[in-house]
T-cell receptor, first 113, second 116 residues
Framework: KQEVTQIPAALSVPEGENLVLNCSFT??????LQWFRQDPGKGLTSLLL?????REQTSGRLNASLDKSSGRSTLYIAASQPGDSATYLC????????????FGKGTKLTVNP | DGGITQSPKYLFRKEGQNVTLSCEQN?????MYWYRQDPGQGLRLIYY???????QKGDIAEGYSVSREKKESFPLTVTSAQKNPTAFYLC???????????????FGEGSRLTVL
């Protein structure tokens, strides 16, 4: 059974700091991994989708890496801003190429001005 | 603009009443999903549909029902049998890249249901 863990559950940093959020999963036979952002009371916004054949994806100040063999992904946020404050979630397929996704519980990020 | 529209945004229900949450997408996606989010629990899958007129139970389907009569629409009914229905409900659809589940999931803004 696929399980997804995100550590830490919460993180508080000063503005301008570079930071890394972690996501680990138990079944490494996945086709992709997706990172999301969720603001309070809102839906999830897709940030990055990494295919199993890729090792990383970049979008602006965000960089996500994927290491299937170790069952880990990281989301790197450069030069953090108060507007980056949100909960960040990762999700992987239940197994292999399953259409069902399993989500981590998220990391709540607070960037202090 | 393409996207997923959920309505209503907030809903209050008395115990014993059924309520239907609407989810409409104009992204031309085949697969659609309903998730429930509770504080500290993460997202849990209620139902999903890969194609019109077909749907499958997720991990917590008891007390819920769905239909998929049109590609664009995937309404969720929270029945009186659902013992703890107060939650934030999220609808999503999958943009498939053609191969098995290498697609990207997109979400609506959510519906918050409160049972009084």
């Amino acid at each position: 059974k696929q399980e997804v863990t995100q550590i830490p559950a919460a993180l508080s940093v000063p503005e301008g700091e570079n930071l890394v959020l972690n996501c680990s999963f138990t079944d490494s036979a996945i086709y992709n991994l997706q990172w999301f952002r969720q603001d309070p009371g809102k839906g999830l916004t897709s940030l990055l989708l990494i295919q199993s054949s890729q090792r990383e994806q970049t979008s602006g100040r965000l960089n996500a890496s994927l290491d299937k063999s170790s069952g880990r992904s990281t989301l790197y946020i450069a030069a953090s801003q108060p507007g980056d404050s949100a909960t960040y979630l990762c999700a992987v397929p239940f197994q292999g190429g399953s259409e069902k996704l399993v989500f981590g519980k998220g990391t709540k990020l607070t960037v202090n001005p | 603009d393409g996207g997923i529209t959920q309505s209503p945004k907030y809903l209050f229900r008395k115990e014993g009443q059924n309520v239907t949450l609407s989810c409409e997408q104009n992204l031309n996606h085949d697969a659609m999903y309903w998730y429930r989010q509770d504080p500290g629990q993460g997202l849990r899958l209620i139902y999903y549909s890969q194609i019109v007129n077909d749907f499958q139970k997720g991990d917590i389907a008891e007390g819920y029902s769905v239909s998929r009569e049109k590609k664009e629409s995937f309404p969720l009914t929270v029945t009186s049998a659902q013992k703890n229905p107060t939650a934030f409900y999220l609808c999503a659809s999958l943009r498939s890249s053609g191969t098995l589940n290498t697609g990207e999931l997109f979400f609506g803004e959510g519906s918050r249901l409160t049972v009084l």
